[in-house]
T-cell receptor, first 113, second 115 residues
Framework: GDSVTQMEGPVTLSEEACLTINCTYTATGYPSLFWYVQYPGEGLQLLLKATKADDKGSNKGFEATYRKETTSFHLEKGSVQVSDSAVYFCALTSGGGADGLTFGKGTHLIIQP | EAGVAQSPRYKIIEKRQSVAFWCNPISGHATLYWYQQILGQGPKLLIQFQNNGVVDDSQLPKDRFSAERLKGVDSTLKIQPAKLEDSAVYLC?????????????FGPGTRLTVL
């Protein structure tokens, strides 16, 4: 079945540091890929998505590129802020009629001032 | 636009008791999902509805979990009887299109503690 593997946390960085959170996946067919974020005390919200190979999703300074050859969708940001502190989830859906999301375990990101 | 509503926000019960959760999706969203999120893990899909029909319930423990979506709007998820391992946050999500390739909007969740 489908699965998502993302790097373990917590990840602690200083403000303005570069961020990469690794995500790799196993899926049948051609999945769509997502990053969701959960800020402290809030619900899950979509950060960015990519629906086909070589697509780049971007939002709020974050980027991720759909790499079919390496089955990866790593999340990157050039300069993180304290407000980026949250739990980040990589997820996929294989599409079709039954298209619930398959999530990774989440990566807790802590940004120190 | 109002978001996905869930109630209650918190529930504490003893094992072997029953519990029910309610979800009201975003108006006009035909697809509704229930997920279970155990502490330290990502959400796991339990069931997906398209209008009032079940599309996928392959990961729903049907011996104790049930869900319905009457009239294709609100949905309830029930656990009867609850076990200790059911302690988790239960998330409801909805999406506008039949394909989840479009965004799923999540509610705040119901945190269940089974003692």
């Amino acid at each position: 079945g489908d699965s998502v593997t993302q790097m373990e946390g917590p990840v602690t960085l200083s403000e303005e540091a570069c961020l990469t959170i690794n995500c790799t996946y196993t899926a049948t067919g051609y999945p769509s890929l997502f990053w969701y974020v959960q800020y402290p005390g809030e619900g899950l919200q979509l950060l960015l998505k990519a629906t086909k190979a070589d697509d780049k999703g971007s939002n709020k300074g974050f980027e991720a590129t759909y790499r079919k050859e390496t089955t990866s969708f790593h999340l990157e940001k050039g300069s993180v802020q304290v407000s980026d502190s949250a739990v980040y989830f990589c997820a996929l859906t294989s599409g079709g009629g039954a298209d619930g999301l398959t999530f990774g375990k989440g990566t807790h990101l802590i940004i120190q001032p | 636009e109002a978001g996905v509503a869930q109630s209650p926000r918190y529930k504490i019960i003893e094992k072997r008791q029953s519990v029910a959760f309610w979800c009201n999706p975003i108006s006009g969203h035909a697809t509704l999902y229930w997920y279970q999120q155990i502490l330290g893990q990502g959400p796991k899909l339990l069931i997906q509805f398209q209008n009032n029909g079940v599309v996928d319930d392959s990961q729903l423990p049907k011996d104790r979990f049930s869900a319905e979506r009457l009239k294709g709007v609100d949905s309830t998820l029930k656990i009867q009887p609850a076990k200790l391992e059911d302690s988790a946050v239960y998330l409801c999500a909805s999406s506008h299109w039949t394909s989840g390739r479009n965004e799923q909007f999540f509610g705040p969740g119901t945190r269940l503690t089974v003692l």
